[in-house]
């Protein structure tokens, strides 16, 4: 029956019309009252349709019988555990101290008399067959002999020893009692040829009888004249290939921990432990095993293997390969079929483990790339940062004539290092050793008149702190705002790279001639002196921007150089995810016939029990857990934003209520002259200062909820590196953004703050129709200059800063995070829907399986 009917069947039917079991047949010779009725197991094992139903499901790693009732009569538990006790070191007597080879040299030499007086024993005790006519028989004695009297053996006298071990063969046993009873099976050949010819069968079907006569007859009198002494003689020898098994698995090398780069020998060394473990329950029980010549040869071909931490394809293609071993022929004669189906179900979980560990190590595979991804976006964004930062220079170049320019150079020259300060810390340490050579190196380019840009940057530092300072607290006297300025400096000496510029801030604070100035009382800061006597460079530099540019390209080309090394990595891990996949693995082959051998011994009902709890569950967790991690991230990504983007709502905007330079603008009419009512001018740029205020105070509650955000990302349970490093990417981004964007908005204060409004008067009258407004150099194009960065952030460099910008990418990233968990929770959904498919075709198969074993039962136990 085809799983694909199976699948398709309704979901109520029971099994009545697939079949119908009657055991009441003429020639079944079905005996009810026979003690046992039935042997459940071997009905079940040699119900071949019914093994297809447990084929649509992978098998796994438990041991079933041991969840089933000890009192069940359909399953019936064996009388032991199945399950292997499996040990690290099973001698620990033994120590460390012996190699493979020495064991073998002793577990060889010790054969010798074993063999010699085994097969005298064997001869002597088995009078019915001439067993010195076996050509093996007399080889081994010939080839060993030789031997028994050495103290040790070479490589070539154990290799004797252990090649004659195993002889004779029971086929050439057979062979020998063919040729002495060969009167007695032409006898018995006549006698059945008459028969069936007197019954009227065919020329074939006599000749196929005939030749079964003979292999019945021979194995029949092996069985009465030889079984028993040939199984003492391999006992004697299992017991001795048995001890050398503990041994060696005394010294077996600890399996190392899963990694990208040994799971190929970590699965190799499970599958051997697995080889050897069940080798060595399976001759504790029947010790004949031991002396069996597939036994003896895996031991010798694989124990080789047992001390190795890194296994080469050759060896694993020969571990795999030995998983075949022993073959159901030799299982059969020796153990039992619930002993059999105990080894193969340790091969095939053996199997299984390898397939998770491949599962394991690519779901660590990808994680690591997402890693790097994110890392590689962290330091790209370091990158442009500087790329944009040198850049500046040429706008520095051109201040000295623009005002407008010339602010916008300072601020982002300031925002430039500040920003690569704060990147710093998430970078690594070749990444940090690439801006630790090169950003120094601008810092100390000379601009001109003897100012380099470390002096120039503290000089927009110090007068952004300045006019925060004074214009947020009610300051009287000089000498606090140097004692604020020379503690801000001591401050900002210990943040990267501003060692020096926080120096020359303590300096600045010495003197603050053009700095600030007295206006009613109160010091404020004077943005006319500063940006035209301190900020402005007369002279500037030939070569600054030359030097400038040269040292950007060699920061590229070390920066280049790093990225194509991370992207050759995340291509590395790319190829080792593909190459891991346990659809192509090299043991997909000989696993699938494990699997076969494994279902072809063990009975349907523990086989069922063991794939659906030991593969089928395992597989749909493997499954479903990454989804739900992942659905649970996005959801606490985008709850976690969510307060953030209550505080910054308002910024969308901004752009509406910064525009008094629009306003001036239009209503421009002469040289400083307005058209318009003057109180209605002074109330937008009262207005205009309240909203600076009102977004300063949204930006520092929202610079408090970032930084406890990124103290809570660091400290979160549950999460990969990668989720990790990707909420990091993203909160740093909105510490980066927060911090410009302070600056921005003081130095809109401090320029507000410096600009004078004069009423007009008309004939002595007031004139409301035309005010005059004064202030620095170009004071329009700078104010406006100003308001655009804190609607739209900077220009010419990244990050640009801006109440706009943030607010987008905050918006974005939650929704970005938002959507995200949708889609996985609908994913999350489609993938239930299978499971409950799945679930479907196992309940509809026990139904089948329930409704033969009871109608079974009932043809048994009628009453």
Not at 236 to 252: D, N, P
Request: net charge neutral.
């Amino acid at each position: 029956m085809s799983s694909f009917y199976i699948q398709n069947r309704p979901k109520t039917v029971s099994g009545d019309c697939l079949f119908n079991i009657k055991l009441n047949h003429k020639f079944s010779n079905f005996d009810a009252k026979a003690q046992p009725a039935i042997d459940i197991e071997t009905l079940n094992s040699g119900l071949y349709v019914l093994k297809r139903l447990a084929s649509v499901i992978e098998a796994g790693n438990v041991q079933a019988s041991m969840l089933l009732n000890p009192n069940n009569t359909i399953f019936p538990s064996p009388p032991v555990s199945p399950k292997r006790q499996t040990s690290s070191n099973p001698n620990p007597a033994l120590g460390k101290s012996q190699t493979i080879e020495s064991i073998q040299a002793t577990a060889a030499l010790a054969l010798v008399p074993l063999i010699l007086d085994g097969l005298e024993t064997f001869i002597t005790s088995t009078p019915n067959v001439n067993l010195t006519q076996v050509s093996s028989v007399i080889l081994a004695l010939t080839l060993v002999k030789p031997l028994q009297n050495n103290t040790s053996l070479t490589s070539d006298e154990q290799k004797r020893v252990f090649n004659n071990c195993y002889q004779p063969s029971k086929q050439d046993i057979l062979e020998q009692i063919k040729k002495e009873q060969i009167t007695e099976i032409k006898k018995g050949q006549d006698k059945l040829s008459a028969k069936l010819v007197s019954s009227g069968a065919s020329e074939e079907e006599i000749k196929k009888a005939l030749e079964e006569y003979v292999d019945q007859f021979v194995s029949d009198f092996f069985d009465a004249n030889v079984k028993e002494q040939f199984m003492a003689y391999r006992s004697s020898i299992g017991g001795e290939t048995l001890k050398m098994m503990k041994q060696m698995r005394a010294i077996e090398a600890t399996v190392p921990n899963l990694t990208k780069d040994n799971v190929q020998s970590v699965n190799g060394m499970i599958t051997l432990r697995a080889i050897f473990n069940g080798l060595t329950d399976a001759v504790n029980k029947v010790p004949a095993l031991g002396g069996a010549e597939e036994i003896v040869k895996t031991q010798l071909t694989l124990s080789s293997y047992l001390t190795l931490t890194t296994l080469d394809t050759a060896a694993l293609t020969i571990i795999y390969q030995a998983t075949q071993l022993p073959s159901k022929t030799t299982l059969d004669t020796y153990l039992k079929p619930r002993d059999a189906a105990i080894y193969r179900e340790g091969v095939t979980g053996a199997y299984q483990t390898a397939v998770q560990n491949l599962n394991t190590v690519r779901s660590s595979i990808e994680n690591e790339k997402q890693t790097l991804e994110n890392q590689l976006a962290a330091f790209q964004q370091s990158v442009s940062c500087y790329t944009s930062w040198v850049n500046g220079s040429k706008n520095i170049k051109d201040g000295k004539d623009y005002t407008s320019v010339l602010i916008t150079a300072g601020m982002e020259a300031n925002a430039g290092l500040t920003s690569l300060s704060q990147m710093y810390a998430n970078l690594t340490s070749e990444e940090k050793a690439i801006l630790d050579t090169h950003v120094p190196k601008y810092l100390r380019l000379t601009i001109g008149s003897g100012v380099n840009l470390t002096r120039f940057i503290a000089r927009m530092n110090a007068f952004q702190e300045i006019s925060e300072y004074t214009l947020n607290n009610a300051i009287n006297t000089e000498n606090e705002v140097k004692t604020y300025l020379s503690g801000k400096g001591s401050v900002i000496k210990g943040y990267k790279f501003f060692d020096q510029v926080g120096q020359e801030i303590i300096t600045i604070s010495n003197s603050l001639t053009n700095y600030i100035k007295s206006e009613k009382g109160y010091q404020i800061p004077n943005f006319d002196n500063f940006q035209q006597n301190v900020l402005r460079i007369s002279t500037i530099d030939g070569n600054f921007t030359t030097q400038a540019n040269a040292i950007l390209g060699e920061f590229k080309t070390a920066a280049d150089q790093h990225i194509k090394a991370l992207q050759q990595q995340i291509a590395d891990l790319d190829k080792k995810y593909k190459e891991l996949n346990p659809a192509d693995a090299s043991f997909t082959a000989d696993r699938k016939k494990a699997v076969e051998s494994w279902l072809n011994s063990e009975s349907l009902g523990s086989a069922f029990i063991y794939l659906i709890l030991n593969s089928q569950l395992p597989k749909q967790s493997a499954f479903l857990n990454p989804l739900i991690e992942e659905i649970n991230f996005n959801n606490l990504a985008a709850n976690a934003i969510n307060d953030l983007l209550k505080i910054t709502n308002e910024f969308s905007t901004t752009s509406v209520y910064y525009n008094l330079s629009s306003y001036l603008i239009q209503s421009k009419e002469g040289a400083d002259l307005f058209c318009g009512d003057y109180f209605e001018t002074c109330l937008a740029l009262s207005k205009e200062k309240e909203y600076i205020a009102r977004d300063t105070g949204r930006c520092r509650r929202a610079q408090v909820l970032v930084e406890a955000l990124i103290g809570k990302i660091n400290n979160l349970p549950g999460i990969s590196s990668s989720q990790k490093s990707e909420m990091l990417n993203a909160t740093s981004n909105y510490k980066y953004s927060l911090t410009i964007t302070f600056n921005q908005l003081n130095l809109l204060n401090a320029m507000l703050s410096n600009l004078r409004i004069e009423e007009q008067t008309k004939d002595g009258n007031y004139n409301g129709n035309i005010f005059k407004i004064t202030g620095s150099k170009d004071w329009i194009p700078t104010l406006a200059a100003l308001e655009g960065f804190i609607s739209n952030g900077f220009p010419n460099i990244t990050p640009t800063g801006g109440l706009g910008p943030l607010f987008t990418q905050i918006q974005a990233d939650q929704q970005d995070y938002t959507t995200q968990g949708q889609t996985q929770q609908l994913n999350l959904q489609n993938q239930m829907t299978n499971v409950q498919q799945e679930w479907t075709l196992v309940s509809t198969s026990m139904q089948v399986l329930n409704k033969i074993l009871s109608q079974l039962v009932g043809e048994i136990y009628p009453n």
